[in-house]
C-alpha cells in the first residue's frame, strides 16, 4: 500500500485497511536469518545469553554482526526478540525487593500511579523506576544496570549515548488485560494527533525509542505476559489502526504469548502491536521492569529556557490578540517560545487527564490566552506546570 494517497486530507495521508495489516503479519518467521539465535518460538526469535556472552568475546567484528542481526529482527523481522537467563536470580531478587518498598512506600504516600492502557487498579505501576530505585538502594541498581544484556539491545537499535528510562508494572492476581497498543512516541497520542505527523515521522517513531521488559518471577501463561502481534511493527498506518475494532479483533485471535523466566529480557520494537495479559492466577503477582529506552538525538541542539521566554513574551502576545493578530498567528509564536511537547515529565504528578499525555507548556498558554488570563494567572499556571514535571 503507498503511504499516500491522490487526495491527502491530512499530513500523515496514511488509510488503514486491514487487509493491508494482514499481509504484512500473517508470516512466518525465518530461523536461518538468525544465526546467533537460539530457536525461534511463536514467530519470536530467542537468544540464549550465555552464548552471546561467549560470541561477544570473540572477536569485535561478531559484536557488530550480532548488533546488525538484532536491528534486523525489530526492524524487517518479528519485531520482537527474548534473551533467555540475561539477570542473576539474585540481582533480580535484590531489585524486586527494592521495587516492593517502593510500592509500599507510594501508597503509604496516597499515589496510585495508574496506567495507560488498563483500568485503575488493574496494575500498581512505579514511575520513574530508574531513579527511583538509583535513590532507593545505589548498589543494586549497580548491579541491575551493569547487565550486558540490556547494552546490548540498547546499542544495537539505538548506538551510543542512549537514555535508559523505566516503569515498574505489576499485574495484580485478577488483572485484567491491557487493550491493544503501540507505543512512545506516536503510540501515545490520539488518532487525531497522529495523523497531523507525516508519514516519514511515522517511519521514524520506532527507530527512536527501543522497548523492553525484565521479568521479576516466572511467568508462565497464566500470569499474563505480555501480548503479541509478530511483524506488525512494519505496518506504517499502524499508530492510525490500533484504536479500530477490526485490528482489535485481529489482534485477539492472533496475538502470541510467550511466557518468560525470571530474569528474561524481552525487546521489541514499539511499534509492534502489543498488550499486557490478564493475570488468571490467584496468587502471582506479575512484576517486570519496563524499559523505555530513547535515542540521543531527541535533544535541541542550544539548552533553550522555554518558561522564561513565555513569561517573557506573553504580554506582547495579548496586546498582539487584542490589535487583531489572528489565531494562526498567536498560535505561531506560541510554538516557537513556548515547549510543545508533553514529555518528559513526572507521571506520578503530572498524569494524563482525557488522554494519553498531560498538558504540555503551549497548551497552558493556548488555554490562558483564549480566557484572558492575566500575566500574573499565566505565571501561576506554568510555575506549577514546571513543579509537576521535576521528578521529585
Known amino acids: ?106 501508597k503509604q504516600a496516597g499515589l496510585g500511579s495508574g496506567d495507560h492502557y488498563a483500568k485503575p487498579g488493574a496494575n500498581d505501576r512505579v514511575w520513574n523506576a530508574l531513579e527511583k530505585l538509583a535513590v532507593e538502594d545505589p548498589a543494586v541498581f549497580v548491579d541491575y544496570y551493569a547487565n550486558d544484556m540490556v547494552a546490548l539491545g540498547a546499542l544495537a537499535w539505538l548506538g551510543p549515548n542512549y537514555q535508559v528510562t523505566s516503569q515498574v508494572n505489576v499485574v495484580n492476581p485478577g488483572g485484567e488485560a491491557q487493550q491493544p497498543h503501540r507505543d512512545y512516541h506516536l503510540g501515545f497520542m490520539t488518532d487525531a494527533m497522529a495523523d497531523q505527523y507525516p508519514a516519514h515521522s511515522h517511519r521514524l517513531s520506532p527507530v527512536l525509542t527501543l522497548q523492553g521488559a525484565v521479568a521479576h518471577c516466572e511467568m508462565p501463561v497464566e500470569t499474563g505476559p505480555t501480548m503479541y502481534l509478530p511483524h506488525s511493527q512494519k505496518y506504517l ?61 531527541g535533544r535541541t541542539m542550544e539548552t533553550v529556557d522555554t518558561l522564561r521566554m513565555t513569561k517573557a513574551v506573553y504580554p506582547a502576545l495579548m496586546k498582539a490578540k487584542a490589535a487583531g493578530m489572528t489565531a494562526a498567528g498567536l498560535g505561531n509564536v506560541i510554538a516557537t517560545c513556548a515547549d510543545g511537547y508533553a514529555f518528559p515529565t513526572n507521571l506520578d504528578k503530572d498524569p494524563p487527564l482525557g488522554g494519553l499525555t498531560p498538558a504540555s507548556q503551549q497548551d497552558i498558554v493556548r488555554e490562558a490566552l483564549a480566557d484572558g488570563g492575566s500575566v500574573g494567572e499565566l505565571i501561576g499556571r506554568l510555575e506549577a506546570h514546571r513543579i509537576r514535571r521535576q521528578s521529585v
Not at 492472533?254 to 520494537?269: E, H, S, T, W
Not at 490467584?282 to 519496563?290: C, E, G, K, P
Open 1 to 106: 500500500m503507498s503511504p499516500t494517497t491522490a487526495n491527502v486530507r491530512t499530513p500523515a495521508g496514511l488509510a488503514p485497511a486491514l487487509d493491508d495489516f494482514i499481509a504484512l503479519v500473517a508470516v512466518e518467521t525465518d530461523g536461518d536469518a538468525y544465526r546467533h539465535a537460539d530457536s525461534v518460538e511463536q514467530n519470536v526469535v530467542v537468544y540464549g545469553a550465555d552464548r552471546l556472552r561467549s560470541a561477544l568475546t570473540a572477536d569485535p567484528e561478531v559484536i557488530v554482526a550480532i548488533r546488525q542481526e538484532m536491528v534486523g529482527v525489530l526492524d524487517q523481522g518479528p519485531g520482537i526478540m527474548v534473551i533467555k537467563g540475561a539477570f542473576d536470580h539474585d540481582i533480580i531478587d535484590r531489585a524486586t525487593a527494592a521495587f516492593e518498598r517502593i510500592i509500599v512506600e507510594e
Open 237 to 297: 498506518p499502524g499508530f492510525l489502526s490500533w484504536r479500530r475494532p477490526e485490528f482489535k479483533d485481529y489482534f485477539a485471535a492472533n496475538r502470541i504469548q510467550l511466557p518468560l523466566a525470571k530474569g528474561d529480557v524481552v525487546y521489541f520494537n514499539p511499534a509492534l502491536f502489543h498488550a499486557a495479559g490478564s493475570n488468571h492466577t490467584s496468587d502471582v503477582r506479575r512484576m517486570a521492569n519496563l524499559l523505555q529506552i530513547s535515542s540521543a538525538f
